[in-house]
């Protein structure tokens, strides 16, 4: 099983980036998918999440200005980050709670960094 994470790079204060998280290999079941974030020299942030049935909930330093949203039927979930800041720069990870044949468990991807600056 694998999280493939996408999308970051360097934009300008007040633009937009979408991340994308695929997964891949033999899952039974997808439940919540979400992203944290850990900005340069501090400790990892939750971000986002959304439940398999469609329901969101956002840290409030992003609510209003991000989206997160899943295709259940590809096994993604994205996170669309408009009005960015300097403050939203860091490494985003995408997580999924997932069971497979061993079990249930937590996966995480490998991180895209998100530079926002002028």
């Known amino acids: 099983v694998q999280l493939q994470a996408s999308g970051g790079g360097l934009v300008q204060p007040g633009g937009s980036l979408r991340l994308s998280c695929a997964v891949s290999?033999?899952?039974?079941?997808?439940?919540?998918m979400g992203w944290y974030r850990q900005p340069p020299g501090k400790q990892r942030e939750w971000v986002a999440a959304?439940?398999?049935?469609?329901?969101?909930n956002y840290a409030e330093s992003v609510k209003g200005r991000f989206t997160i949203s899943r295709d259940s039927a590809k096994n993604m979930v994205y996170l669309q980050m408009n009005s960015l800041r300097p403050e939203d720069t860091a490494v985003y990870y995408c997580y999924g709670d997932l069971r497979t044949i061993t079990g249930a468990r937590r996966y995480w991807g490998q991180g895209t960094l998100v530079t926002v600056s002028s």
């Open positions: 290999g033999s899952i039974i079941s997808v439940n919540v």
């Open positions: 959304v439940t398999s049935g469609g329901l969101t």
